[in-house]
């Protein structure tokens, strides 16, 4: 048994990282550190659990095997400073503190797809961003093989828990609800990290990533859009998603037209290609706060401690 | 014209008074109060109204020949304490501080259905609470003819602006979506302006209002389902509703089952009475910001003026 | 491994319960007949399920452990008489066509919280109806124990996907959302069984249930408020839930209000209870889909089979 | 007064139509015409509307003065054929049949911030459709001052009402609830006007509008994003937009980012333009019902009828 603790536990990717671990066969929940709840049932704070016995409890760096981070931004960094965490414990870091590498260390970009045989060595994982997940996605394989064009718009759409667990006038249901506003155009933080890993794959390859995030009247889910101009066939570019996305078990291709939630409450990401003319169109749907982060962080761990890469993670979808 | 003046002019239910008064034929918008927004166009927080050049500004109790008070509980009173307003300003105040007896004053409880000889000779009106008005007109007809049983259960469904514009854990787009939660079983802080109307309609009869509400995962609106056991006949008791609100513009008896979706954006009252055995269901349908709080202010204004009761109350039901 | 065959497996709760079965350890899915759909792939259907490689195919009567019927209600008693089923092959039926004493024949009431040493025995179940589950979980303690009272009043609020996979003026989306409607007041289909579960519990008891029924805009999940007067003590009544639900897995005992989100996705019942003077609240909450009906279909397999009543029920609750 | 018909007045334009068009100050709504709902009340239909005593009835070409058409695409031109309409009398055609120049005849297009004076002395004019009206909203400006660049993309997020009243799938509640889907990606039908509209500005520009046509989880409104490179100063573009809006009452130039409920249940279009880098994105929202259909439709008859544009048009935002 892998034994787990848990940093930051009270938040949102928190709380999903403990309803997939809950079931995961090959996990021990040795502790779920909360300093503002302490003490405090987990079922306090994330209700659904109320029927289990688990407490908010203090940090506690000894008798695990992994740490997984679920702090704010930033605060992942300053918490290995004041908390030097044993050699012998491997970390899965959520927060965006060790994704570029210029700050990343020894910390290995948790993206399966990409990265998988570097994530099965590695001690320290730094987990991809929600809509970096997408957008990577959706574009790694034209990368990799040197077909991605100069100019890419990219559209993503994300549900209101991708905006975190405070409440702001922006998640307000009265303000949220049947609505749609643009963010962050042309300047979300992701865009450094997906830059870097699609620019990884092949250095003659600067791609603009015109990329506008939406703000969705919905709760769970990302949904990206990629449209460029390509003179390539329709078949090979199938044939190139194909191949790169080939015994991943949890990125696949539909030969229909996808919906979000097709992948809501699941690890998936599916991907769909459209092309008319010069214009092809990439979809990738993910749920935000599975394969955009705690079940991503899930996949990761049983990587690194050499378990079936989907184990725990046959998540029943929502779908309705 | 009606010169008009809003103190508390950056909430909820003032943002829906000025975009009905805006539109009002008869009246003239002097200024809309706000401490903490003064000097800023009212676009920035009613954002639909960027088109106007409104702006918000200080308060100025002259020149104005009604005064809307939109502030939060309490407050009413308070302002009233520090701004005495002068005796040739009507006052019509949104709050629950004036609506008790035992705190109006000379303030009379704004019901036209119930009270509109007296609306339209008063100076100053406590406009009636959301969740009040629904239940109110629910039941009225039968508090008013002696019908009213010892015991009604009432079910109540509100939407997520019932809580305010202050963001919370409760309204937060990621807990209410797609959710139902009971809050305030048999203790809602209405309960007492609902019994102080029914009672006050036949002071032999105390009737024990078991008030269930839930808050609903919709924006708009408030659905009242009331059920209590009757020896009367279906056609007895439809007969006493279409006598008390004949002449009523805004309550509305319906043949056919109602759905909140008649009623959201207008300033309307639905009503429905079904039968079975010895249980009654009257169901009744408001928009909480309008006939549940705005929009009722204004029909207030418009009988205080002697105006048409339904001026400026054409608002066109959103309906989908 | 019990090998599953699926009837109907086209529709709403045909696919919930082919996405709990997927994952269920002790379950081999042998076929999933469909008329309409025979050869095509479940995903094209189930789309969350383009992953596999499942097909529909026709009926096989051979070959399997236990047959699921997945048909409209009236259809299960059809198909039985049409296609007699061998007696080694267990059936549960999640249509209503087996529920009430009259039609059950060897079917017993597949509800584990009253009946799960019979259904431990039986070869034959009949799966309750998704309000029947949420009401009968609501009142239960108190039937058994002779405390229910003589007039309940039962406020239910159901979601979209309570209605069926068949596209109506009820369930289009511009008429569904942000809207709430009343429907079958008082005359509900489940009101039969619920009726006959309740009042065999205590011969001497007729209980009138005044239940109305309302459309919720939501998509899973069922809350059912029910209010009665009574002389017992808060601790009493609560100690009469918590001996009725001891060692019963999924229905759960809340201390604090619940919400609806709390179960959406899982197999859980959560209850809660509150009273102030003469009144009571018993609020209980369910997904329709799962212990509302595939979840139970499975419970029930588990206790036919002399399996762990949770195996493959461990389910990550959706939250958000 | 202006006597008004409507033919195919049970649909969900034709509701949008008369719930505008009965507050009109200067309209007499003389029939609604409706095959399948003669002689019914309109409240049976457009149940908001249960308070007046409108009827459907049969058609009547005379003592009317202008005829709004809202059947469905291809049916109008049909309609005309069977029923010559006198010239005397004024169309507005609110399908697609007419709004193509091979098509068109003497039929104006009617988009008034392009075709203003034309609309003035028409007698005959096709309105516009939704996603035409956001798209063609967002790039005139460039359009008509030669800076339409060579290759723009553009996603379109619509509502749930866009798909009109038939019950389907793709609008079933169920489905359609916290969902996002992709559909006819760089083929939606109305491309063909809006290529038309774009390129009549300046013959020689051949625009590709790369158009992404988004399925939301709202039920009214249309955000429309459109993304391009330029080398031109933000402030340019945006004088451009401003001389071109000035004077039009319903199209807004919004220096904040805007969301699409600011304009719900109105008849603005709000338009914003953001750049960075050679990035360029302009965001325009509406209702889909009523500047994307009806409230257009009345805004063109008061054009061809000399009255104020706006009015009738001064509509409450529902807003939450």
């Avoid at 992994?66 to 959520?94: K, Y």
């Avoid at 260390?105 to 797809?113: A, R, T, W």
């Avoid at 077909?147 to 702001?168: D, E, N, R, W, Y």
């Avoid at 899930?298 to 378990?307: A, D, H, K, S, T």
């Amino acid at each position: 048994m892998i034994r787990v603790g848990i940093a930051g536990a009270a938040g949102y990717t928190a709380g999903e990282l403990i309803r997939v671990l809950i079931s995961h066969p090959q996990v021990e929940l040795r502790y779920l550190q909360s300093e503002s709840h302490r003490g405090e049932p987990v079922g306090r704070v994330h209700r659904d659990l109320i029927y289990t016995n688990l407490k908010f409890s203090d940090l506690d760096l000894t008798g695990i095997d992994v740490l997984f981070l679920c702090m704010g931004h930033g605060m992942s960094a300053q918490f290995l400073e004041r908390h030097p965490v044993p050699a012998s414990v491997r970390i899965i870091d959520l927060s965006h503190d060790f994704r570029l590498k210029s700050n990343a260390g020894d910390f290995i970009y948790g993206l399966p797809e990409l990265n998988r045989e570097r994530i099965q060595g590695a001690w320290h994982v730094a987990n991809p961003g929600c809509f970096a997940t997408a957008i990577e996605l959706g574009l790694l394989p034209l990368a990799k093989s040197g077909l991605l064009p100069a100019h890419v718009s990219v559209f993503g759409i994300t549900g209101a828990t991708g905006a975190g667990q405070k409440p702001t006038e922006e998640t307000h249901y009265s303000h949220r609800a049947q609505n749609l506003s643009v963010y962050k155009a042309f300047s979300h933080q992701h865009l450094a990290e997906i830059r870097e890993t699609l620019s990884g794959q092949d250095e003659d390859v600067q791609t603009d990533i015109a990329f506008v995030p939406v703000r969705g009247c919905h709760a769970r889910g990302i949904m990206v859009n990629a449209v460029f101009e390509s003179e390539r066939d329709l078949s090979e570019i199938r044939s190139v998603y194909a191949a790169c996305y080939e015994g991943h078990p949890f990125t696949v291709m539909s030969d229909e037209p996808v919906y979000l939630k097709q992948v809501v409450n699941t690890n998936y990401c599916f991907v769909h290609i459209e092309r008319q003319d010069r214009n092809v169109l990439v979809t990738s749907v993910i749920d935000n706060l599975l394969k955009g982060a705690s079940g991503q962080a899930v996949q990761n761990m049983n990587l690194m401690f050499g378990l079936e890469e989907t184990m725990g993670l046959g998540l029943k979808a929502s779908y309705f």
